[in-house]
């Protein structure tokens, strides 16, 4: 659950469902990662980073997203967002108050790093 994979820094009704992780082959000490994403209506998550590349897709609803130096970017079911590994996630929040939202995250990440950081 949420609490496993992001660590307490996390909103506690964001939910994450760990999909898969596997080696990279040909890039040393890197691995992909897939999780699922559900923000209930309302649901955000605190100022964090993730020290990897990190590619959105929304399954369900309407998210709000923007790093730090970037436009916040309201996306919808079918649209994408990246993440730099370098970037502080400012705003990742459900956009509706009355439906829940639903997204793919997958990184690429040192193979021993957290998923989740605090910002600074």
Same mark, same amino acid.
């Given at each position: 659950?949420? =609490?496993?994979?992001? %660590?307490?820094?996390?909103? @506690? ?7 898969? =992780? !596997? ?11 897939? *999780?699922?994403?559900? $923000? ?6 605190? *100022?964090?980073?993730?020290? @990897?590349?990190? +590619?959105? $897709?929304?399954?369900? %609803?309407?998210?709000? #997203? ?7 970017? =309201?996306?919808?079911?079918?649209? =994408? /967002? /990246? ?5 502080? !996630? ?10 829940? @939202?639903? /997204?793919?995250? +997958? +990184? *690429? ?5 957290? +998923?989740? #950081?605090?910002? !600074?």
């Amino acid at each position: 659950m949420a =609490t496993s994979l992001w %660590g307490p820094s996390v909103h @506690a009704a964001t939910s994450v469902t760990p999909l898969i =992780t !596997h080696d990279l082959q040909g890039i040393p000490d890197k691995e992909g990662a897939m *999780v699922m994403v559900g $923000y209930p209506p309302g649901g955000a998550d605190p *100022v964090h980073r993730h020290n @990897a590349s990190v +590619f959105v $897709y929304v399954l369900k %609803g309407s998210i709000i #997203m923007q790093v730090e130096g970037g436009a916040r970017v =309201t996306l919808k079911e079918g649209q =994408t /967002f /990246f993440e730099g590994p370098d970037d502080v !996630h400012l705003i990742g929040r459900n956009a509706s108050q009355t439906e829940p @939202a639903r /997204f793919l995250a +997958f +990184f *690429v990440k040192d193979r021993t790093a957290p +998923f989740v #950081m605090p910002a !600074h």
